[in-house]
């Protein structure tokens, strides 16, 4: 018989899962492209529910605290390259995003919750966003559900799910990330991963535009990075 103490836990996690969820469909439906591109991260940093590993079942290997990995995204054909920077002692990531023969797109995430999205283009073109949730933490696949080995890009790869938003792949020799898929049948393509690389300070600051309130900040169409904006639909 389960217990009152871990009935009541129980419950209120169920509840706290309602609630993301909620939040969560509100989002999609009613939101532009910058709005869209929080859910990832807010679901993930605020949810509460884990799941104890099974004895003997892998667990997902912690992201290292910085690495340099480029991806290939593909959603419904519609493809993109990111340079991912991922710092975690010093609170910040940043996805350089390519479209395919498009926009060149700067997606710079700070651990106390502010974003910003810009061009350095002549255009000039920038946006923000404030969150009450950083950038995700290194162990941010804790409680994932294992699903077994797959190949995949042609990686032996063991398989877990993370809250039906989320399914990692990471190859069973080298626990190096290869692909991830999310619930809209967004793909990520892991290209190369460098643990430890370091992009330069200077590389990291916000062009003096985006604090111009004059900038036409609305008009920049958001892409999707891979950490905040893993589950926003493409440009």
Same mark, same amino acid.
């Given at each position: 018989?389960?217990?009152?103490?871990?009935?009541q836990?129980?419950?209120a996690?169920? #509840?706290?899962?309602q609630q $993301?969820?909620?939040?969560?469909?509100?989002l999609?439906?009613? =939101?532009t492209?910058?709005?869209?591109?929080?859910?990832?991260?807010?679901?993930?940093?605020?949810?509460?529910?884990t799941?104890?590993?099974?004895?003997?079942?892998?667990?997902p290997?912690p992201?290292?605290?910085?690495?340099?990995?480029?991806?290939?995204?593909?959603?419904?054909?519609i493809l993109?390259?990111?340079?991912?920077?991922?710092d975690?002692?010093?609170?910040?990531?940043f996805?350089?995003?390519?479209?395919q023969?498009?926009?060149?797109?700067?997606?710079l995430?700070?651990?106390?919750?502010?974003?910003f999205f810009y061009?350095l283009?002549?255009n #000039?073109?920038?946006?923000? =966003?404030?969150?009450?949730?950083?950038?995700l933490?290194?162990?941010?696949l804790d409680?994932?559900t294992?699903?077994?080995?797959?190949?995949?890009?042609?990686?032996l790869c063991?398989?877990?799910q993370?809250?039906?938003?989320?399914?990692?792949?990471?190859?069973v020799v080298t626990?190096?990330?290869?692909?991830?898929?999310?619930?809209?049948?967004?793909? =990520?393509?892991?290209?190369?991963?460098?643990?430890?690389?370091?992009l330069?300070?200077?590389?990291?600051?916000?062009?003096a535009?985006?604090?111009?309130k004059n900038t036409?900040?609305d008009?920049?169409?958001?892409?999707?990075?891979?950490?905040?904006?893993? $589950?926003?639909?493409s440009?």
């Open positions: 018989m389960i217990s009152a103490t871990r009935w836990t129980e419950a996690a169920a #509840k706290h899962l $993301m969820a909620f939040l969560a469909a509100k999609i439906s009613t =939101a492209a910058s709005s869209c591109l929080c859910i990832f991260l807010i679901f993930f940093s605020l949810s509460s529910l799941r104890s590993s099974t004895e003997g079942e892998p667990t290997t992201w290292p605290h910085q690495f340099h990995a480029i991806l290939f995204m593909n959603y419904s054909g993109q390259k990111i340079d991912l920077w991922y975690w002692p010093n609170g910040r990531n996805n350089i995003i390519q479209h023969l498009g926009k060149l797109l700067y997606d995430e700070w651990n106390n919750g502010t974003t061009t283009d002549f #000039k073109e920038c946006s923000s =966003a404030q969150l009450e949730v950083g950038i933490r290194p162990n941010w409680g994932a294992y699903l077994g080995q797959k190949h995949v890009d042609g990686f063991n398989v877990w993370k809250v039906d938003f989320v399914w990692y792949y990471e190859d626990k190096r990330p290869v692909h991830w898929v999310f619930y809209t049948g967004r793909e =990520a393509h892991v290209m190369t991963f460098e643990v430890g690389a370091a330069e300070d200077a590389e990291w600051q916000v062009p535009y985006c604090f111009d036409n900040a008009e920049l169409a958001i892409a999707d990075g891979v950490l905040r904006g893993s $589950m926003a639909l440009m």
